[in-house]
T-cell receptor, first 118, second 112 residues
Framework: NAGVMQNPRHLVRRRGQEARLRCSPM?????VYWYRQLPEEGLKFMVY????????ESGMPKERFSAEFPKEGPSILRIQQVVRGDSAAYFC????????????????FGSGTQLSVL | DAKTTQPNSMESNEEEPVHLPCNHS???????IHWYRQLPSQGPEYVIH???SNVNNRMASLAIAEDRKSSTLILHRATLRDAAVYYC?????????????FGPGTSLSVIP
């Protein structure tokens, strides 16, 4: 069973371009979380998705950022018109979802995408 | 947003035990205590979790105070590979829909 896969591992964009970050959750997992980590800082929650639904996007900037988790295919974090301040590591995590794990489920993280904006 | 507080950093000598504290004074009865760690340039990984009783696994032990307002992650023999940021978080056991908030964590340095 492969772990959470994120690609690309490194992404370089010029200011004003679009960045698309992909996250394939573990097999059977229906919940996906996205986090952003600036250098020397902690993980900042961005968005929490279930298949075809956004559960909580309170950590997402209101403009330029969007996320989706379609019925088929990976979850996508999309950043339009990138700026230098978007440079960070973006981590995705997945969990099974549902009420069969009442103790609060483990999160399984990917290795992250390092976005650099020139 | 984080509901836990941890020291910013700690140091340990290699092969000695390490006790990483976490305060969660506003914990509710249904909150589970989870620990994750993040090695340099990697995504976080699950370490251990518990509710009321102390827990042991191959990675670490978790000691939970009787009033549950604090807990301690114990690494029995620190190795250089244990140098990481350790995060203590609370997960609500009643819902499958809680966003997971990480605090700054404790940066553990292991001295050879």
């Amino acid at each position: 069973n492969a772990g959470v896969m994120q690609n690309p591992r490194h992404l370089v964009r010029r200011r004003g371009q679009e960045a698309r970050l992909r996250c394939s959750p573990m097999k059977g997992h229906s919940h996906v979380y996205w986090y952003r980590q600036l250098p020397e800082e902690g993980l900042k929650f961005m968005v929490y998705l279930q298949k075809e639904n956004i559960i909580d996007e309170s950590g997402m900037p209101k403009e330029r950022f969007s996320a989706e988790f379609p019925k088929e295919g990976p979850s996508i974090l999309r950043i339009q018109q990138v700026v230098r301040g978007d440079s960070a590591a973006y981590f995705c995590a997945s969990s099974p979802g549902g009420r069969h794990n009442p103790w609060g489920e483990k999160l399984f993280f990917g290795s992250g995408t390092q976005l650099s904006v020139l | 947003d984080a509901k836990t507080t941890q020291p910013n950093s700690m140091e340990s000598n290699e092969e000695e035990p390490v006790h990483l504290p976490c305060n969660h004074s506003t914990i509710s009865g249904t909150d589970y205590i989870h620990w994750y760690r993040q090695l340099p340039s990697q995504g976080p990984e699950y370490v251990i979790h518990g509710l009321t009783s102390n827990v042991n696994n191959r990675m670490a032990s978790l000691a939970i105070a009787e009033d549950r307002k604090s807990s301690t992650l114990i690494l029995h023999r620190a190795t250089l590979r244990d140098a990481a940021v350790y995060y203590c978080i609370l997960r609500d056991g009643l819902t499958s829909y809680d966003k997971v908030i990480f605090g700054p964590g404790t940066s553990l340095s292991v001295i050879p």
